[in-house]
């Protein structure tokens, strides 16, 4: 293994040191390249001296994006720590679960999120942490080995169980690098960040790669479809990202038609297909639109559709980035042929070493041989080399860009006592893309409402299910499987 010495915010805290790095809606502040590596600086000393956590450590973060959040994260790739950003908006039991696979040495939350966490002595007020750091301008950066973890970004699994993806320091370069030729990224580059700070969206897409390249990042802490409107055309951005219900959201508001955001070079959508009109709403104020593909243990950046071939390569996810490999192996285990489909298999210097504690999950993950990332997803190859997603082999669906897994639901519904078998499926939804559809099985009368409790308690809001169809028998496949499609007619 190669030692890996990144330290990118020390980098341009000495080529431009004053020059602005962030800058936050909620309190106005501003901090420059030079002020976040000292910021940065100030927590690995703390960290390492009063805390006693160093290089491997587990640091659990329960917080929304702020300047010292993203200072935490310089911090963690000068000392080789590791950030668990998790998910606020899951139930207790789901942190829980969490919290005791990662096995935190400290849990840094924000005073609205204490209740998701249990008592103990590792608990720290992320205020209170920031306060007691000195800043300093002597860097700390100690070496690291490339592939040693820099996140663990925890995703929900096909089995109902959360997977630890370690997320590495060659992954976050190889990622910022396959961006950065792909949208033409640049020290003058300017966007707003609106995702969400606990899965890989959120860091990867394109708050990292643009503080690998110095640019400038408004960071807000929700998503405000007037406000983001408005900032993306006063700031002069020239690229953002989010997913169709967000873009939808703006097109939506009163303010659009007039709202001058010809300043942005594109928008990037992930997480679902965007609509067509959609694309075409845009397209009316000079805005192009890039759709791609990622995915948590694989870059994520792995595709995108140029945005001059929206409209003429309808649905599809465009073209491998540059430093991506790709194969699309049929039901033979070949090499499919053009518009044959086949599962999506990856390489590259972006892919995942394995799972947190999971090492069963990480083998099953990848090819015999351990040279390809297995998606799970089936996909088709045009004549022109452009890729378009068939079908999950893994039942996922996407509920506004939130990715929701069927069999983390039926665990959550098997603990009713009154449900005796159950399926979910994703189904059509106008404002979220998807939603949830449960069929159940009931061995006794139960109070839908008691259902929809049960679920609120055990799972995050987005993941429970919209609508709710109950069956005497869920059909099945000759193997004894529950067989989905047939659910289709319901």
Same mark, same amino acid.
């Given at each position: ?206 708050? @990292? ?37 967000? @873009? ?122 351990? @040279? ?101 028998? @869920? ?16």
């Amino acid at each position: 293994m190669k030692v890996w010495q990144q330290d990118w915010i020390s980098r341009w805290a000495l080529y431009s040191p004053d020059k602005t790095a962030l800058e936050e809606h909620e309190s106005g502040q501003t901090c420059t390249y030079r002020q976040l590596n000292q910021m940065a600086n100030g927590f690995v000393n703390l960290l390492n001296q009063k805390y006693h956590i160093h290089k491997g450590d587990r640091i659990v973060v329960l917080a929304e994006y702020s300047i010292p959040l993203i200072a935490l994260f310089s911090a963690i790739q000068k000392s080789g720590i590791i950030m668990v950003p998790l998910n606020y908006r899951l139930s207790v039991n789901e942190v829980a679960e969490i919290m005791a696979d990662a096995d935190p040495s400290l849990i840094l939350y924000e005073n609205h999120f204490q209740h998701l966490i249990p008592e103990n002595d590792k608990n720290l007020e992320f205020s209170t942490f920031t306060s007691q750091a000195t800043w300093s301008d002597v860097d700390v950066t100690q070496p690291v080995n490339e592939d040693d973890s820099l996140f663990i970004i925890y995703t929900s699994g096909t089995t109902g169980k959360p997977k630890g993806v370690r997320y590495t320091h060659k992954m976050a370069f190889w990622n910022s690098v396959n961006t950065s030729i792909s949208l033409k990224l640049t020290s003058e580059s300017r966007t707003i960040n609106v995702m969400p700070p606990f899965h890989t969206g959120g860091w990867n897409v394109l708050l @990292l790669p643009f503080l690998h390249h110095g640019a400038y990042t408004y960071v807000c802490r929700k998503f405000e479809p007037e406000i983001v409107l408005e900032k993306l055309s006063s700031l002069r951005c020239t690229i953002f990202m989010g997913v169709p219900t967000m @873009l939808s959201m703006m097109a939506m508001e009163n303010s659009f038609e007039k709202t001058d955001i010809s300043c942005l070079d594109y928008m990037i959508v992930g997480g679902e297909s965007m609509p067509i009109p959609l694309i075409r709403k845009y397209a009316e104020k000079g805005v192009a639109i890039r759709q791609g593909y990622g995915m948590t243990e694989v870059g994520p950046n792995l595709t995108s559709l140029h945005q001059d071939d929206a409209i003429r390569k309808i649905g599809s996810i465009g073209r491998p980035n540059f430093y991506v490999r790709h194969r699309i192996v049929n039901e033979e285990g070949k090499d499919a042929d053009v518009n044959q489909s086949g599962e999506l298999w990856l390489q590259g210097p972006m892919v995942t070493p394995g799972y947190w504690h999971n090492e069963e999950a990480g083998k099953n993950a990848f090819s015999e041989d351990g @040279l390809w990332f297995k998606t799970g997803d089936i996909v088709r190859e045009d004549e022109d080399k452009y890729l378009y997603i068939v079908d999950r082999l893994k039942n996922m669906f996407i509920s506004g860009g939130e990715n929701v897994y069927p069999a983390e639901i039926e665990r959550v519904l098997r603990q009713i006592p009154e449900v005796k078998d159950c399926a979910v499926t994703g189904v059509k939804d106008d404002k979220w893309g998807e939603v949830g559809k449960a069929f159940l099985v009931l061995n006794a009368p139960v109070a839908e409402e008691k259902i929809k409790s049960f679920c609120l308690e055990n799972l995050a809001k987005f993941k429970i299910p919209k609508h709710f169809v109950y069956l005497e028998s @869920l059909p099945r496949t000759d193997s004894g499987k529950i067989d989905k499609k047939a659910l289709k007619i319901y």
